[in-house]
């Protein structure tokens, strides 16, 4: 398995209160990816950093959320204000560059009371 | 419509069997990509495969884009195969963000 680091590994919010989810991505992969999966649903991708620029994201992402990459060996994702539906696992993925394969990090799960 | 469909939903196999997971997709591609996901939810890549036949073990994938199919081929299968197999097709002009099928949960029974 690809070196891809994320942390924390569990999180427990209330409603309302902001969340913050770190990826270390493998060394020299600059395209960093972070996916949302749900219970028992599909992954969906939630945006995409190019050399740490945002480069894609949905519409949830730029109106709730907060990702940076802030180095080419940090990257975060943040909740401005937790709701229910956000309890899922969020997935951190890196790539060499755009076009190739993507290696995954092991998740934070994201538990909102 | 969703553009990632696996078949089948469940698979229950007798150690030793065969079996054959299906992707179809309903969009172009710029790659395919099969993951075996743990209980815990984290990822194992276990092929990058844009197109034609790849090998490793007892696993081989093969992608035929004019078909808009790939599928994944798991011969003589173990109680360890167990577990729930993804495949993601990669597209987007400004990257290759991944879209998902919702996954067949294979259990292999000694």
């Known amino acids: 398995d690809a070196a891809v680091t994320q942390k924390p590994r569990y999180l427990i919010k209330m409603k309302g209160q902001e969340a913050e989810m770190k990826c270390i991505p493998e060394?020299?992969?600059?395209?960093v990816f972070w996916y949302q999966q749900k219970q028992s649903k599909e992954l969906k991708f939630l945006i995409y950093?190019?050399?740490?620029?945002?480069?894609?994201q949905i519409d949830m992402v730029k109106e709730r959320f907060s990702a940076v990459c802030p180095s080419s060996s940090l990257c975060s994702l943040g909740i401005r204000t937790c709701e229910a539906e956000d309890s899922a696992l969020y997935l951190c993925?890196?790539?060499?560059?755009?076009?190739?394969?993507?290696?995954f990090g092991p998740g934070t799960r994201l538990t909102v009371l | 419509g969703q553009q990632v469909q696996q078949s089948p939903a469940s698979l229950v196999l007798q150690e030793g069997e065969n079996a054959e997971l299906q992707c179809n997709f309903s969009?172009?591609?710029?790659?395919m990509q099969w993951f075996y996901q743990r209980p815990g939810g984290s990822l194992v890549s276990l092929f990058y495969?844009?197109?034609g036949t790849k090998h490793s073990g007892r696993l081989t994938s093969t992608t035929v884009i004019k078909e808009r199919r790939s599928s994944l081929h798991i011969s003589s299968s173990q109680t360890t195969d167990s577990g729930t197999y993804l495949c993601?097709?990669?597209?987007?002009?400004?990257?290759?963000?991944?879209?998902f099928g919702i996954g067949t949960l294979l259990s292999v029974k000694p």
């Open positions: 993925s890196s790539s060499q560059s755009r076009g190739y394969e993507q290696y």
């Open positions: 060394k020299g992969h600059t395209a």
């Open positions: 950093f190019q050399n740490q620029q945002p480069l894609d």
């Open positions: 969009t172009s591609l710029n790659s």
């Open positions: 495969n844009p197109s």
């Open positions: 993601a097709l990669g597209y987007g002009s400004s990257g290759n963000k991944l879209i």
